[in-house]
């Protein structure tokens, strides 16, 4: 990754698109509950950060494609990373619910 690489945000919509395409792939939300609630993005599951110890009850196979959200792209920066050492081998931070433009259930 270039230095400039670091800075660059991901798009939440790509992201989304992306998910959409990969087969058995889960689109994991990672803000509060009372957040999940209030909307989130067609089809996601949530586990909140500061329980992502339960995702092992939710995505038992560690080589499942996990696409992660938050509301800024923060919180799923940090699941990213802890889900990586968790030893999920495919998971990808796609930004923050603030910028989708898509559909939002409540």
């Known amino acids: 990754m270039s230095f400039?690489?670091?800075?660059s945000k991901s798009d939440v919509n790509?992201?989304?698109?992306?998910?959409?395409?990969?087969s058995g792939a889960v689109l994991l939300d990672v803000r509060t509950r009372d957040e999940y609630a209030c909307g989130?993005?067609?089809n996601?599951?949530?586990?909140?950060l500061?329980?992502?110890?339960?995702?092992?009850?939710?995505?038992?196979?560690r080589n499942t494609p996990v696409f992660v959200y938050c509301y800024s792209g923060a919180r799923s920066g940090q699941a990213t990373t802890?889900?990586?050492?968790?030893?999920y081998t495919d998971v990808r931070n796609?930004?923050?619910?603030?910028?989708?433009?898509?559909?939002?259930?409540r």
Do not use: T
């Open 4 to 7: 400039f690489g670091f800075f």
């Open 14 to 22: 790509e992201g989304v698109n992306e998910f959409k395409n990969v």
């Open 40 to 42: 989130h993005i067609e």
């Open 44 to 48: 996601s599951i949530n586990v909140p």
């Open 50 to 61: 500061d329980a992502l110890h339960a995702v092992e009850s939710k995505i038992k196979n």
């Open 82 to 87: 802890l889900l990586k050492r968790m030893g």
């Open 94 to 105: 796609i930004g923050g619910i603030a910028s989708y433009r898509g559909k939002v259930v």
